[in-house]
């Protein structure tokens, strides 16, 4: 009997030849596919109105950023576990000051997928971090039009850190 090795393990050969066409190549093919889109229609509706709003506060608009480029793991017996728990996730859309991207405001885009339980209780971990590091963070509801003006608002009034001002206009 022929015990297989995972074929994804890189640089080690696969031992199947049913996976692989040739010595030593990997068809990547059979494990992945490409995905054409980085983000929903929903996401890119308002990620436009976003990109706006932030020009206007000399803003950088940043989407899909991974928890891990927000957060990081202290150096204690559980930063495995703590890393495994924020590793497979991201965030929707973050911004930064301009100057020198500093991390100012995360936001969630909330659509229906969020009433389900796996999200809810995703959403509540979020929660909790954020609040618990003092990271500013908002939720907004998906929908078809998005008020400029009101955004703005809303981000203006939620970005807390009192070294940073953003004039209120």
Known sequence: ??????PLMIGLPPSSIDIVP????????????????????????????L???AKDLNLVVFSQVS????????????KNIAFNKIRA???????TDSKNCRILL??????????????IERDKFIDNLFYNLKIDFIRIN????????????KIVNSIKFEDYYITKN
């Open 67 to 78: 928890l891990y480029s927000i957060v990081e793991t202290k150096n204690t017996p559980y």
């Open 106 to 119: 995360c936001i969630e885009l909330d659509d229906s997928s969020h009433n389900y339980s796996n999200r």
């Open 51 to 53: 990109c706006e709003v």
């Open 142 to 153: 998906v929908s078809t039009y998005y008020n400029k003006e009101l955004l703005k608002n």
């Open 1 to 6: 009997m022929k015990i297989l090795q995972n």
């Open 89 to 95: 996730k991201s965030i929707d859309f973050v911004l």
């Open 22 to 49: 040739s010595e030593g190549e990997i068809r990547y093919k059979d494990f992945y596919k490409a995905k054409r889109y980085l983000i929903s229609l929903a996401e890119l509706n308002f990620y436009n109105v």
